[in-house]
C-alpha cells in the first residue's frame, strides 16, 4: 500500500503521485515493517521541506498577481454586446465598498444601471461617455451627503468617493472586464444631469460614471513609471 502524508491541501503518496483529497491521511504508526516505518520518516522529511517552501512561495505569488491586476488596469471604451451576470456586479459593489473613507463614514451610494433606455440617454449631458450606448452597465458613484463629517472635512467624501472608484476598477480588471472612469463631479451640468435622470434626491451627488462593459480587443497598458515622480527620503 501507498504511504500518504500531509502538505497542506496536497497529499503525496510514495509513489509520486499526487492526491488531492477532502481528508487528512497519515503513514499508520502500527506498522511492524522497519523498511516502511524507514520510507515514513524519510517521506515526512521530504514534506516538510516541500511544506516550507510551498508557505515561502505563496505570499510572493499573491502579490504578483495584484500586482499584475494593478498594471494590466486601463481604460476600455469599447464593448461586446455580452451582458454581466449579477454576481459579477455585485463583486464590483462590494470591492467598492471596501475601500477606506474618512473615520469610516462610508458616504458613498452606488447605482448600478443596465437599462437600456437610461443608459443611451447619459451621453446627453455627459459628452465624454458616448460609449456607455455600448456598454451593458455602468455604476454611478455618488457622494452621499448624509453621511458626510461636518464642516470642512465635508469635502473629504470626493476621496473617499475616488478611493471607492479605484477599487471598482482594479475589480472590473481582475474580472475580465473593461472599465472606464468619466467625471461628473465637480461640473455642475453634469452632475445635475444625473440626478435629474436617476430622479436622485438632493444629499446624493453623482461623482462620476463608471462604464463597464466586456472589451472588444485586447488593449495594452500605458507604462506610466517615472523616477522623477519620486522623492525618496
Known amino acids: 500500500s501507498s504511504i500518504v502524508t500531509e502538505v497542506g491541501h496536497l497529499y503525496v503518496s510514495s509513489y509520486g503521485n499526487y492526491l488531492p483529497s477532502a481528508r487528512a491521511r497519515s503513514c499508520s504508526s502500527k506498522t511492524k515493517s522497519p523498511g516502511l516505518a524507514c520510507g ?3 517521506l515526512k522529511i521530504l514534506m516538510r521541506k516541500l511544506e516550507i517552501k510551498v ?3 505563496l505570499p510572493k ?3 504578483n498577481e495584484i500586482f499584475d491586476t494593478i498594471m494590466a488596469r486601463t481604460s476600455v471604451r469599447s464593448y461586446t454586446s455580452q451582458p454581466i451576470k449579477e454576481d459579477k456586479i455585485e463583486m464590483l459593489l462590494r470591492a467598492g465598498m471596501a475601500a477606506p473613507s474618512a473615520c469610516n ?5 452606488f447605482i448600478a444601471i443596465t437599462n437600456r433606455e437610461i443608459l443611451d440617454q447619459i451621453p446627453s449631458f455627459s459628452p465624454y461617455a458616448s460609449m456607455v450606448k455600448q456598454a451593458p452597465l455602468a455604476i454611478v458613484v455618488c457622494g452621499d451627503l448624509s ?4 464642516g470642512k472635512e465635508q469635502e473629504f467624501w470626493i476621496q473617499d468617493c475616488s478611493a471607492a472608484t479605484e477599487n471598482i476598477l482594479l475589480m472590473a480588471q481582475g474580472l ?12 455642475q451640468d453634469r452632475y445635475q444631469g444625473m440626478q435629474q435622470l436617476l430622479n436622485l434626491p438632493p444629499h446624493l451627488v453623482p461623482f462620476n460614471t463608471l462604464i463597464i462593459g466586456y472589451p472588444k480587443e485586447m488593449i495594452k497598458p500605458k507604462d506610466k513609471w517615472k523616477e522623477e515622480n519620486v522623492t525618496r527620503i
Request: charge should be neutral; hydrophobic fraction near 35%.
Open 55 to 57: 508557505i515561502e512561495t
Open 61 to 63: 505569488m499573491e502579490k
Open 176 to 187: 475580465h472586464l473593461g472599465a472606464v472612469w468619466t467625471a461628473l463631479y465637480p461640473l
Open 105 to 109: 463614514k462610508q458616504p458613498w451610494h
Open 40 to 42: 515514513c520518516q524519510s
Open 147 to 150: 453621511k458626510t463629517l461636518e
